[in-house]
């Protein structure tokens, strides 16, 4: 059975770098890995999608593995308006069903 | 350009009556899909259409659960005779097309709540 799990939360303060880290056991050869965040009362938004290796972009990196059962998704330098639930995506067609993370609830303080 | 947007923002309801929500994706997507988030909880997967065709419905929690989606564009998802567990807030977003690489666009969700 297809499952992606992910800490549940995660303390930080600002300044930091904060890496979270997803399984995602069954992922399909062709499947991506995207990672989203989420603002209380606000849908899910994208930050970042990789395949295999190194992405990086503007807010965030994402570091996958040669075996791509996990993905870290890694935020420089955190603020306070980093404070969110981040969700990982490890798949986009699991039978029809697309598989999210639990969602790590990240708290960043001063 | 516009993103998606769902309706009612809000709504509540007595358990037993029915409800309907709304989802307009963005314009050109191809692909629908609804969620369901319960209170603390993360995202439920429940349907995903593309275009008007939904090839797997397994995910909706009930058969009080129903979804159409008509001219590739707008999409409903009805409840019937809701119960207090269906509340939650209910997503909706869009993607260009299907698969793992499409990035999923959120609409500000749905607050549902059964009475």
């Known amino acids: 059975l297809a499952k992606t799990t992910q800490p549940i939360s995660m303390d930080s303060y600002e300044g930091q770098e904060v890496n979270i880290t997803c399984s995602h056991n069954?992922?399909?050869?062709?499947?991506?890995i995207t990672w989203y965040q989420q603002f209380p009362s606000q849908g899910p938004r994208f930050i970042i999608q990789?395949?295999?290796t190194k992405v990086t972009n503007e807010v965030a990196s994402l570091f996958i593995p040669a075996d791509r059962k996990s993905s870290t998704l890694s935020l420089p330098r955190v603020s306070l308006s980093d404070t969110a639930v981040y969700y990982c995506?490890?798949?986009?067609?699991?039978?029809?069903?697309?598989?999210f993370g639990q969602g790590t609830e990240l708290s960043v303080k001063p | 350009g516009a993103g998606v947007s769902q309706s009612p923002s809000n709504k509540v309801t007595e358990k037993g009556k029915d409800v309907e929500l709304r989802c307009d994706p963005i314009?050109?997507?191809?692909?629908l899909y609804w969620y369901r988030q319960s209170l603390g909880q993360g995202l439920e997967f429940l349907i995903y259409?593309?275009?008007?065709?939904?090839?797997?419905k397994s995910g909706l929690p009930s058969d009080r659960f129903s979804a159409e989606r008509t001219g590739g564009s707008v999409s409903t998802l009805t409840i019937q005779r809701t119960q207090q567990e269906d509340s939650a807030v209910y997503l909706c977003?869009?993607?260009?097309?299907?698969?793992?690489?499409?990035?999923?666009?959120f609409g500000p969700g749905t607050r549902l709540l059964v009475l």
């Open positions: 977003a869009s993607s260009p097309g299907w698969g793992g690489r499409e990035t999923q666009y």
């Open positions: 069954n992922i399909a050869t062709n499947d991506y």
């Open positions: 990789g395949y295999k």
């Open positions: 995506l490890g798949g986009g067609n699991q039978g029809g069903k697309l598989i």
């Open positions: 314009s050109g997507h191809t692909a």
């Open positions: 259409f593309q275009g008007n065709s939904a090839p797997d």
